[in-house]
């Protein structure tokens, strides 16, 4: 769910490399995932607004999390 308060649960395409930003730009997490649903926890994460970025197969995109 988005606004969340600790975990994302992200469908994927197989081998994808999620990343999580911060507003200013700079990459707080990555993971590399192999599965098609992908549950990663932000608990540990300052509550704000995040950007989601999803590269799969040289295409990427990305989405405004936010963390409450």
């Known amino acids: 769910p988005n606004p969340t308060t600790g975990d994302l ?3 994927l395409e197989n081998n994808s490399l999620v990343s999580l ?3 200013h730009g700079r990459l707080i997490k ?3 995932s192999n599965t ?3 549950n990663w926890n932000i608990f540990d994460l300052e509550n704000g607004i995040y950007i989601l970025t999803i590269e799969t197969n040289g295409k ?3 989405q405004k999390i936010v963390k409450k």
């Open 30 to 32: 990555t993971k590399n």
């Open 21 to 23: 930003y911060d507003m």
């Open 36 to 38: 098609k649903l992908l």
């Open 60 to 62: 990427t995109s990305s």
């Open 9 to 11: 649960n992200i469908t």
